[in-house]
């Protein structure tokens, strides 16, 4: 099978994208006109509600708004958002990116993402695991970037292999997608065993609670610092690009070089490395994607630091065991308060049974508040877990009750945008 014109890389350089007529155009100007409507009346950032509308007018939009672009599709669990920002940014060096920032990761997201930038030759979009194939059945995609698959919003995503079942579908239907997948999660690896065109990298995986059995055949996984393999067949392939965590330099084919990221935890060095590999594979000098990803110090206000009032706050997001995993590791001082704030909105899942997975017992010995709308469930939580804590539903007020100094606030997907709005609108009205 030949590749198809999108994702030949030529001497040239990427074709201009195709620009939309007829009917296709009313639709897209109905959904950016939305889309600035709810941005002017404060009811949101618009690209969901304008990539919606498009959509409706003109089910084939995404089809039609990718078609002679080069994209890049990020998925998994945890770090789609950050690493798909290291990836725009290596990509940048290229040419205008489309990309959606603020992580829509549905089809109305991306269809948002490539409306505001119909001139941009690359695409950058982060894709939610569950819409991985039905997203690249219409984007055609030049690469598929798979992180890791561990459980989150149960009652949205039911099982994790059957969500890993779902990606293998997606990479088994595009042959001509280069698969950069994640050598050390046993799930991204059966999910991305029948790629024609795979790139393993060793990126690491921190959390193996979801795959203490084999995702193929069920029997028993060795966990330990060695390779996995399992009797069935499915082991572990020999990653292409890897790094020493020691010196930081990330070695691929014909490539060594530096890599750092502003960013704290291993999680996101593995990030990075996703990143660093794709963005190579895209015609990135390498030296030029180390740069511009280590330059990255936040992503959609993660990681950031604001100041407030006594405080200083640093924002973490933890929506799902495994992001609580690399998370703790994050949480570097043993004696700095932590504020946990956890909802459970539909975008967060309903079921929060997953925070008795999370080894919250960690938190023992600091000052703890259980927060957001589902903090009784925290609470209850941290009880069991013996960890001595304060409860109260915003997590404002119960940072205000903290030692003056750095607190970590680590929340879930809603509670989490919930304090940054609340964090900036006090910032710009002078509260700080
Ligand atoms: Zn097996």
Redesign the pocket.
């Known amino acids: 099978m030949t590749r198809s014109p999108q994702n030949s890389l030529t001497a040239q350089g990427p074709a201009r994208p195709n620009h939309v007529g007829g009917w296709s155009r009313v639709a897209l100007r109905a959904g950016l006109t939305t889309a600035k409507l709810s941005r002017r009346t404060g009811l949101g950032g618009g690209s969901i509600i304008g990539g919606r509308v498009t959509m409706a007018l003109d089910p084939g939009a995404l089809r039609r708004l990718a078609r002679g672009r080069r994209v890049v599709l990020v998925s998994g669990t945890n770090g789609k958002t950050t690493t798909s920002h290291m990836v725009a940014a290596a990509l940048r060096t290229l040419g205008p990116v489309a990309h959606n920032t603020a992580g829509s990761n549905m089809a109305d997201g991306a269809i948002a993402a490539l409306a505001e930038d119909l001139d941009a030759s690359w695409a950058v979009l982060e894709v939610d695991e569950l819409h991985l194939a039905r997203i690249a059945e219409q984007v055609d995609p030049f690469a598929m970037v798979l992180l890791n698959l561990t459980r989150d919003q149960l009652d949205r995503a039911a099982e994790v292999r059957a969500t890993a079942t779902a990606i293998e579908r997606a990479v088994r239907a595009h042959p001509n997608a280069t698969v950069v997948a994640n050598a050390n999660d046993p799930m991204v690896v059966w999910a991305a065993t029948s790629a024609r065109h795979p790139v393993w990298a060793g990126a690491g995986s921190a959390w193996r609670g979801d795959t203490l059995g084999?995702p193929?055949?069920a029997?028993q996984l060795p966990v330990g610092p060695h390779p996995w393999t399992?009797?069935?067949?499915?082991t572990q392939p020999t990653p292409s690009w890897r790094i020493d965590t020691g010196t930081e330099i990330a070695h691929g084919p014909g490539v060594s070089v530096h890599l750092a990221t502003a960013m704290p935890g291993q999680v996101n060095l593995g990030n990075a490395l996703m990143a660093l590999a794709v963005s190579v594979h895209a015609g990135v000098p390498a030296d030029t994607a180390a740069t511009h990803i280590a330059a990255l110090e936040r992503v959609a206000g993660r990681y950031a630091r604001i100041r407030h009032g006594r405080h200083t706050v640093r924002l973490l997001l933890a929506k799902n065991p495994a992001g609580w995993s690399a998370t703790m590791s994050m949480l570097d001082d043993p004696t700095r308060p932590v504020v946990v704030a956890v909802n459970a909105r539909e975008a967060d899942g309903r079921d929060t049974s997953w925070l008795w997975d999370v080894e919250l017992e960690h938190l023992a010995g600091r000052p703890v508040a259980a927060c957001g709308e589902r903090a009784a469930d925290l609470g209850v939580r941290l009880s069991y877990a013996e960890v001595p804590h304060r409860t109260s539903t915003d997590p404002l007020a119960a940072l205000a009750d903290m030692p003056d100094g750095e607190v970590d606030l680590v929340a879930n997907y809603t509670a989490f945008h919930a304090v940054l709005r609340r964090l900036d609108a006090d910032r710009s009205g002078g509260g700080i």
């Open positions: 084999c193929r055949c029997r399992c009797e069935c067949g499915l």
